[in-house]
Every structure is written in C-alpha cells, then in structure tokens.
C-alpha cells in the first residue's frame, strides 16, 4: 500500500541552492496538494493541483513553483532556498470533491542552512 | 485571529482516562476533519464530517455547525494515543479539497 509517496525523506541544502521535492500517489485521486508545516503555524498551503494540468497558488506560494507532471506526479521546486523555507513538507492528495479525505506522505524534513 | 483554534494546545492524560479535544471555527464551511500526526510525522485522516457524529474504535467526532464546533473524544485513553490531533476544515466559497489547518493539540498519554 504505496498511497502518497514524498522523495527525499531529508535534505540539508545551503543557501541559493535549488532542488525538487518529489510526490508521487497511486490513488488514481485528482487532486494534490503541497503544504509546509512550521513549528506554531499549523500546516499551510503552498500550491495545490485540482486536477491534471492545472496548478493553483495556496496561502503561501512565493518563492516555489510546482509541476503536476501527469495525474500521479506533483513536484515542488524551490529554485534559490532560503533559510525560512527550512521546515518539513507534505504532500497529499484527494478525490477533486469536498467530501472525502486527503491522504499525506510522510514528509520532507528540509533544512537550509 | 486564526480560522481554526483548537483548545487545548496540550493535553496530558494519564491511561484510561476520557479526553476531549476541542476546535472552533469562524468560517462557513462545507466539511470538517481530524487528523492524527505521530511522533516521526505521519498524517493520519481519522475522520471527515459535515454534520452530527462519527464514531471508529474509541475515538469519536461531534460537530454542531450552529455553534461552529467539533470535539474529537477518546475513550479509555492508551499511550498509544498519544500524538498531534489535528483539525482542519474545509471553507464553502474554497475550491476543490483545499484545507484550513488548526495549529494543533498534542496529547500524552501516560501508562
């Protein structure tokens, strides 16, 4: 039982540097989304995919982008990391209605240093 | 203020005991979850609802949307319970499953 799978597990970069995070689900579900989870703050929405071929900004997008490769694949870049953007990151994913759950990787812990 | 605020912001219980976690929200809404983060950070959804009461095992979930609020319960509490409960509701006017998170109430249960 694959479901929501997140690639790497951890990452130490230093500042300026880019890299991808990698999501992948086996759901066959329309929708993903990218949230950051900070110490205080809850989890907060970076950009989510309500369906293959589309993206949308979430609450807190500046300074990433995102790729919905194909329905199964949804990647987050950070193309120059800064320290703020040290924090662990989730992926999910859903049916594309309000009334059923999101399903969650088990998270990138990222640290910028 | 925050959309969601969940009381309390810890809870420690000692096993067995009868624990109640409380969230409050001050938006419409169109569905309501709980969610379960362990230690090591794996999120769990435990339930999704819109209305009345949901039960699974010993944990149970309320909501009154006239008072805008939900109260997750655990029964006979367990050390395995404990962890970060996690409420999170789904705004009407939103688009799709876009979440608004609360902060979190972490729970530790004693043996």
């Known amino acids: 039982n694959a479901g929501v799978t997140q690639t790497p597990k951890f990452q130490v970069l230093k500042t300026g540097q880019s890299m991808t995070l990698q999501c992948a689900q086996d759901m066959n579900h329309n929708s993903m989304y990218w949230y950051r989870q900070d110490p205080g703050m809850g989890l907060r929405l970076i950009y989510y995919s309500a369906s293959e071929g589309t993206t949308d900004k979430g609450e807190v997008p500046n300074g990433y982008n995102v790729s919905r490769l194909n329905k199964r694949e949804f990647s987050l870049r950070l193309e120059s990391a800064a320290p703020s953007q040290t924090s662990v990151y989730f992926c999910a994913s859903s049916e594309a209605t309000s009334y059923q759950p999101q399903h969650f990787g088990d998270g990138t812990r990222l640290s910028i240093l | 203020k925050n959309e969601v605020e969940q009381s309390p912001q810890n809870l420690t219980a000692q096993e067995g005991e009868f624990i109640t976690i409380n969230c409050s929200y001050s938006?419409?809404?169109?569905?309501l979850h709980w969610l379960q983060q362990h230690p090591g950070g794996g999120i769990v959804s435990l339930f999704m609802l819109s209305s009345g009461k949901k039960k699974h095992g010993r944990l149970i979930a309320t909501i009154n949307i006239q008072e805008k609020h939900s109260s997750l319960h655990i029964t006979a509490s367990h050390p395995r319970d404990s962890a970060v409960y996690i409420c999170?509701?789904?705004?009407?006017?939103?688009?799709?499953?876009?979440?608004?998170f609360g902060q979190g109430t972490i729970l530790t249960v004693h043996p």
């Open positions: 938006v419409g809404i169109s569905a």
């Open positions: 999170a509701v789904k705004s009407g006017g939103t688009s799709y499953g876009k979440l608004t």
